[in-house]
């Protein structure tokens, strides 16, 4: 049995078919597509822990633990598939933190980022690194989803737009990752 959560897998439904129907024709379809994949897929992971007291990160960890084993392992391949390219390149970081608005786009220079008390940023680059590195393909998954969560933020708070070539790049193998994860946890009434 496939559904997850009776009472709003119908609105989950709904958000990943409004996004099916975009051709990957322009940018804007490609932010329209990858925006009602989200909303689907916000739809499912915010269903786990307390939405007052825990956070959408350990929420969607909490998503992705109770179903990898039965939906999500081997869903994707991190080191060949197309779609993770751009997330092999450079770490996602949040664009509205000036620090990393350079026009750098070394890794060298991201993975030297430091906060405004001097220290490294731990969190995005840890997360990058266990994508990159990992060994865990459940803790690779995690660091993927919550680097696409990164790109979401960026996106939805005016920090980014889908036109120059690395934003859309991001939107459009986040929408791709999405929609494999969708696809294997969803199931659309014919």
Not at 11 to 26: L, P, V
Not at 59 to 82: E, K, W
Not at 120 to 132: A, D, L, M, N, S
């Amino acid at each position: 049995m496939n559904y997850l959560y009776p009472e709003n897998i119908k609105i989950s439904q709904e958000w990943f078919e409004t996004g099916n129907k975009y051709e990957e024709k322009s940018p804007s379809d490609v932010a329209f597509k990858f925006i009602s994949y989200w909303i689907s897929f916000n739809g499912l992971f915010s269903k786990y822990g307390d939405p007052k007291t825990d956070t959408e990160e350990n929420q969607i960890r909490q998503f992705i633990d109770r179903y990898y084993d039965d939906y999500l392992i081997g869903l994707i391949d991190f080191d060949t598939a197309d779609e993770c390219e751009i997330f092999r390149e450079l770490p996602v970081f949040n664009s509205a933190d000036k620090r990393y608005r350079t026009p750098t786009k070394s890794k060298e220079h991201y993975l030297k980022c430091e906060d405004s008390a001097g220290k490294k940023t731990p969190v995005r680059i840890e997360r990058f690194q266990t994508f990159i590195n990992g060994k865990c393909e459940k803790e690779r998954l995690i660091a993927l989803i919550l680097t696409i969560k990164q790109v979401r933020n960026n996106l939805f708070h005016g920090q980014k737009n889908p036109e120059p070539e690395r934003n859309f790049k991001l939107v459009d193998s986040s929408q791709k990752i999405l929609k494999k994860l969708l696809d294997a946890v969803i199931v659309i009434d014919s």
